[in-house]
């Protein structure tokens, strides 16, 4: 492998693992990344530490797991950020160019702006931007729909982004992602024969879903094939899930109503596939393409509806496991199905750079890349804690074949994902599970525990 390779780190939000290959309408819903898939490696296990936007990304950059960093909710403030070291400014002492261009959802201390990267644009210079063109960026108050969500310890009014779709009615160029794209390309245009690293965070397939032509008419809803599970709680499930945000906004959503809410989802989805195909045509283009690390994922997924549920927020694999290709230079291309985690990026990039990673959590995956195989007997971890605030707890281990989740209300599911792989049926009561059970529980418990958990894991009585 060259030393110090080139390094892009490209993040979608609320991009789904199953949509890398995906069909709908007759398309490819991602044709630029199914082609990174070919010439990189593509890990088909991979999970986020929280499906949460500031958790996953803070864990991902630090590679801290969240309640080690202590950012376990959207803590836009930054009140309960530490003095972490994220991987962009790692990069610059050792010597790359770092440019940010994207959405910044990682809290630490000193801010992102303030860890002297060379380039910095997030949201607040895009909304800027967008102010002096007189666009108007805030949401729509029709676009959300009200919820009762736990905040420490009480149940209160919230209002998130609903199944609503609408057309952007500005040209695209003008539309957030196409703002970052231009960005990312001023960055990459202003390098020069030093390393450097880009990360470029786009917002797509965020809802709410409005969305610009010719993606909004790009897949037709009357043509596009649901999932079967769609509305469709599992068996044995846990009474707090549906007390939970993302069942209250699936309430009551009809079958054609989700085929638009899909629709625009992919629509979004393809989008950010092409601005991710034209920072790759730049990068080929300066030829410096096959000098440069690329990796591909997103915070998290969304349910779309699957186990009648909206948004991110539970551990069902639509909203936990997420995209991970990595395309290093010199390695040959290949594929793994082991369990790996966001918290396995970041000494990924620090080993290719040849630097130190820190001691994080997790560990580099060059190993599989080059041809180890998968550990078989990993355990990756998942949390959430609420949203806005400490709220209703989750818990998850998840194996090579078993998922387990523990919350707030000291229920239990286990997920047998050999025998149901769309974690239909709760498997948690069953005697043939027990001791799975009991081992997946003990495992869950001790690595949370171990990493400053506050979460008090015995009911009190």
């Not at 085929?259 to 601005?275: N, P």
């Amino acid at each position: 492998m060259v030393s110090k390779p080139n390094i892009l780190l490209f993040m979608t939000d609320h991009q789904r693992a199953d949509v890398i290959g995906m069909r709908q309408c007759g398309r490819e819903v991602t044709p630029n990344l199914n082609r990174l898939a070919h010439m990189g490696f593509q890990f088909d296990r991979a999970y986020d530490t929280c499906p949460l936007c500031v958790p996953a990304r803070t864990a991902l950059a630090t590679g801290l797991y969240p309640t080690k960093n202590a950012v376990v909710y959207n803590d836009w403030k930054g009140i309960t950020a530490g003095e972490y070291e994220p991987v962009h400014a790692a990069l610059k002492k050792a010597g790359y160019r770092v440019g940010h261009a994207g959405v910044d959802h990682i809290r630490v201390q000193p801010p992102m702006r303030q860890q002297g990267l060379d380039f910095f644009v997030n949201q607040e210079d895009y909304e800027e931007w967008a102010a002096g063109r007189g666009l108007k960026t805030a949401r729509n108050q029709d676009e959300l729909i009200e919820v009762l969500e736990e905040i420490d310890g009480k149940y209160v009014n919230k209002r998130y982004s609903g199944h609503k779709v609408s057309l952007w009615d500005k040209p695209a160029e003008q539309f957030k992602d196409f703002y970052f794209l231009e960005k990312s390309l001023e960055f990459l245009r202003g390098t020069g024969e030093e390393p450097f690293a880009l990360f470029t965070y786009l917002w797509a397939p965020h809802p709410p879903f409005r969305i610009p032509e010719p993606y909004a008419g790009m897949y037709k809803p009357e043509d596009i094939i649901l999932p079967d599970n769609i509305g469709i709680p599992a068996e044995q499930e846990p009474a707090l899930r549906r007390k939970g945000v993302p069942a209250q906004l699936a309430r009551d959503i009809t079958g054609d109503q989700w085929k638009r809410v899909w629709a625009a989802h992919l629509g979004l989805t393809t989008m950010a596939d092409e601005i991710f195909g034209r920072v790759i045509k730049e990068l080929e283009s300066m030829g410096k393409l096959d000098n440069t690390c690329i990796i591909f994922t997103s915070d998290h997924g969304d349910h779309l509806g699957q186990h009648s549920m909206y948004q991110k927020m539970e551990m069902y694999e639509e909203a936990v496991r997420v995209p991970l290709i990595v395309k290093m230079p010199g390695r040959k291309p290949g594929r793994s199905d082991g369990v790996v985690t966001h918290l396995d990026i970041k000494p990924t990039i620090c080993e290719a750079a040849g630097i130190e990673n820190g001691g994080g959590d997790g560990v580099s995956l060059l190993p599989v890349i080059e041809g180890a195989g998968p550990d078989r007997q990993r355990i990756v971890y998942s949390q959430y804690s609420g949203n806005p605030g400490y709220g209703t707890v989750r818990r998850a281990a998840i194996s090579e074949r078993y998922k387990y989740v523990f919350d707030s209300s000291y229920e239990k599911e286990l997920y047998d994902l050999e025998a149901d792989p769309h974690e239909m049926k709760n498997v948690a009561g069953d005697e043939a599970y027990q001791d799975i059970l009991k081992n997946m529980h003990q495992a869950c418990r001790r690595f949370h525990e171990e990493h400053g958990d506050y979460f008090k894991w015995e009911q009190e009585t």
